[in-house]
């Protein structure tokens, strides 16, 4: 079963930044197009950044363009979510989640997902 763990969520104050990452396992990496997600409770999930298998294309939500970077390094099995000049509403649970061949935006083209990281931004 492919496995997805994320870590690096944690509390920093606005303006500040984290990086993300989500170690990959169980699967063929550079054969998955990977995202991150946020959820907020009782909010649906909200797609936030996109990376292609080979990493030659990105997408990126508007809420976070220019302030997010994702990326992923194929030989460590690792997707990453550099995130700068976070604003209190950048506060969710973030996940990332696999899907194999060509990317997608919706939550639910996505058939694997990680437990998730909660980042928290205080004003």
């Known amino acids: 079963q492919v496995q997805l763990v994320e870590s690096g969520g944690g509390l920093v104050q606005a303006g500040g930044s984290l990086r993300l990452s989500c170690a990959a396992s169980r699967l063929t990496f550079d054969a998955y197009s990977m995202a991150w997600f946020r959820q907020v409770p009782g909010k649906e999930t909200e797609f936030v950044a996109g990376?292609?298998?080979?990493?030659?294309?990105?997408n990126y939500a508007d809420s976070v363009k220019g302030r997010f970077t994702i990326s992923r390094d194929n030989a460590k099995n690792t997707l990453y979510l550099q995130m700068s000049s976070l604003k209190p509403e950048d506060t969710a649970v973030y996940y990332c989640?696999?899907?194999?061949?060509?990317?997608?935006?919706?939550?639910?083209?996505?058939?694997?997902w990680g437990q998730g990281t909660q980042v928290t931004v205080s004003s």
């Open positions: 989640a696999a899907r194999p061949g060509s990317f997608r935006a919706r939550p639910g083209d996505y058939a694997f």
């Open positions: 990376i292609s298998d080979l990493g030659d294309n990105r």
